[in-house]
Nanobody
Framework: QVHLVESGGGLVQPGGSLRLSCVAS????????ISWYRQAPGKARELVAG????????NYADSVKGRFTISRDNAKNTVYLQMNSLNSEDTAVYYC??????WGQGTQVTVSS
């Protein structure tokens, strides 16, 4: 059974940083690309960043390029999202995703002074 468990969210001031983690189980982690999505109140869920199965290629939403970094450790079945220079528009629930339809429960990120 596929499980994705996010952690690392919280309240941070504008300009601050957080690192999210997504721990996976129930499948061969190193065989799958993983993505981070986010959903702000009243808005559609949007892709934030993705990483290929071997970590060799990444992609980012324009809104987070240069501020966020996705990475993975296949030995630990974990994907990370390092988020720097956070602003209020980054406030959302952040989800880990594995195709075709597996989602984590989400972790709340709130950027506020």
């Amino acid at each position: 059974q596929v499980h994705l468990v996010e952690s690392g969210g919280g309240l941070v001031q504008p300009g601050g940083s957080l690192r999210l983690s997504c721990v996976a189980s129930g499948f061969v982690f190193s065989a799958y690309a993983i993505s981070w999505y986010r959903q702000a109140p009243g808005k559609a869920r949007e892709l934030v960043a993705g990483i290929t199965s071997d970590g060799g290629s990444t992609n980012y939403a324009d809104s987070v390029k240069g501020r966020f970094t996705i990475s993975r450790d296949n030995a630990k079945n974990t994907v990370y999202l390092q988020m720097n220079s956070l602003n209020s528009e980054d406030t959302a629930v952040y989800y880990c995703y594995r195709r075709p339809f597996f989602w984590g429960q989400g972790t709340q990120v709130t950027v506020s002074s």
